[in-house]
């Protein structure tokens, strides 16, 4: 049996940071390296209006991630980030997978920023003549200091949260202030000489690809949300400030790139003397690479030099400092559910940090500053970025379709789900097309990615503490085979259990069928523990024996008793993992809530299984010589038609009739169409058709004078809590006759449910 909960840590996170204290670590995460790194190389490869379009595309492309992160850390306002939400929307294995990428991200983005910080603060001592005395080549120098600043903040992470976001809020705003001013200077240049504005000239010289090569290597320069969802357990009323930080965030760090970027391109005027002959201004600012945003600035205000050597100290470092903490949580969060080692999960009993997980991350910077060249670096950040925020979009599609009930929401992205889609898209070309800037990144990240596997093949699967949202299972025998067509009978109330295994006879024989039999453990919420759930489990347990006994003897049985917060999603996960081919589950056909047409299982198992699925409502132990079957064509409608021919009596007095209202549905090619799927003569099905009125109300008249009806479920709309009460779900609730309600599981819709 799994784990019972979580074991207790040693303490506890400190809860003492603001809105205004995690915005501004996220704007320090991303006024970094990225920017000053980024622009001469970004001009370089798509030109002056490359730039703007680079920095402007990333930042609505992060708007759309940021959502994602925004409506995922409302509703698991927890340290650990993307691992939180993988863990709940994919399981343990791809959240060990997410929090292993999103450590060694920030703590290699943390590397580039201590390296970024030694190179330009050491080459503006060196310019003002300060290291001549220096014994050593400048290379190791810049390593020294890259090792001594990573340090430093990682002794400011260890006082405490507070005092992380405090000095980096302060550095924040000096970084910040700076880029802003810089912008505006380039606004106000170009508004007194618009012959800068020629600079722009050709505005795409490269052609538009070079912007997904641009794009990919920046991308590392918009990943500040990341930190600010690492503060769940350390944020003020998390599930309001952790959506408004990361939004607030993207918005002022897009503007400000943008604004800069524009700045840098009209810094340098035509026929400058430093320009070579017919040299434009945009290609003499990218021939400087890395540097082209400093040889830029030297050109736009005076003092450039130490001004820019000023900005470049504040973003490093406050960007380091979030890096620090972003990946010290991911790696606390692995320790805290014994993913790795629980020693990474040690709080100090005076600073409220998990100290030991700094330590190690502290490891993991200063090994990967003194060791590897900065280009790579950065673009392996980049791309392990990316392959983090592909997934993170995932969840927060699979959460909302099913979770929205369980959850508690602070914010909810609007128009879902169409921007993690586009982002989706959008991360997986920029992560392909990151090869043309440095094929190492796709070594690296690939490297790191699969010796996570490893890790938690060989210790993590085996260690790993079950969570709340995790589906628990109490007991499991599986059939003697797992081969042929799999049936799953979900046995929700242990008293009408024997109500479901007639027909289930029925379609077993009918389909040569194994069986599965589920019974998920109904634990009261107010209960924590995942251990209570054995409290309540005898009930269904003898259910399950009682049907299992009635079936065994004509088919293989297997039978399963499973604890989750949502007998929902319990059964689709049931249903994924054993392959079922059809489910069969009882409906009380009581009045459901507002946002249900069924009710809070039967809805969500209808629109999430792929598989088929057919629900018995007041069916008992009954046989049937007359069965309804309203149709409108489409394959709900094939398989009621089959499911009826199975369900009807044999004898030569029973029939079923096809019935449909108006003339948009030929019945007859209908019938001749699904022929083969029926178990029945052909002459036992008769047709009817009605003339035009209320579908339902002449359905529900017509049912009176049959011993049964099937019906086919209609697809659920995106929008479903405002949509009109569809037809077939409808006739549901209102018959008082025996009734199936059957969904079809065949089509690229299942095999996305199945997999994704």
Known sequence: MAPSGHGPVSAELSRELSLFHI????????????????????????????????????????????????????????????????????????????GWMEWFASSVAGSL????????????????????????????????????IAIFFIGVNYKGASETGKIGAFFTLGQTLFLI??????????IRDPARLANFEPFMPNGWRTLLVTMGFTYVAFEGYEVIAQAGDETIDPRRNLPKAM?????????????VSFASVVAVAPGDPDLAAGQAPWEWIGSFGETGFGAAVSKLMPAAKLLLTLAVIFASTSALNATIFSATRASYALGRDKMLPGALAKVSERRKTPYVALLLTAVIIILVATLLPTLDVASSASIMFLFLFFLVNLCVIKVRRNMEDELQYGYLMPLFPIFPILAIIAQVALAAWLVHMSPIAWIVAPAWIVTGIVIYHAYSKSHALATEDEILKLEEQPPETQEGFGIMVAVANPKNAMELVRNTYK????????????HLVPVPTHLLSLGDAERYMLAGKEALVETML????????????????????GVVSAVREKRIDMLVMGWHGRPPKRTFHLGSTVDPVIERSPCDVVVLKNCGDRSYKRVLVPVAGGPNSALALEVASILVEQGDDAEIVVYTVGERLDIE???????PRMIIPRERVKTKVAKPGDIVKLITEESEQYDLVVIGATQQPILRPFAREPIPEAVARIVTTPLVMVKAGAGIRSWIKRWI
């Not at 001013?181 to 170009?190: D, H, K, R």
């Not at 090619?669 to 022929?675: I, P, Q, T, V, Y």
């Open 550 to 569: 009635y079936l065994a003897h004509s088919f293989p049985v297997g039978t399963a008793i499973r604890y989750c917060r949502s007998i929902a999603r």
């Open 181 to 190: 001013v810089l912008g505006v200077l380039g606004i106000i240049t170009a």
């Open 669 to 675: 090619e209908f019938l001749e169409r699904n022929a």
């Open 23 to 98: 915005t501004m670590m996220g704007l320090g995460m991303m006024i970094g390296a990225g920017i000053f790194l980024g622009i001469g190389n970004s001009i370089k490869h798509a030109g002056p209006g490359g730039v703007l379009l680079t920095f402007a595309f990333n930042g609505l492309l992060a708007i759309f991630t940021a959502m994602s992160y925004a409506e995922l850390s409302s509703a698991i306002p927890k340290a650990g980030g993307a691992y939180n939400f993988a863990r709940v929307g994919f399981g343990r294995g791809t959240s060990f997978l997410a």
């Open 507 to 518: 379609l077993c024989g009918a389909k040569k069928a194994r069986v599965e039999l589920l």
């Open 113 to 148: 920023y201590a390296v970024t910080f030694a190179i330009y603060t050491l080459d503006y001592f060196a310019y003002l003549g300060w290291l001549d005395w220096m014994p050593v080549e400048m290379w190791l120098a810049r390593k020294v200091a890259a090792t001594a």
């Open 247 to 259: 939004l607030y965030s993207v918005f002022v760090v897009t503007f400000t790139y943008v604004a």
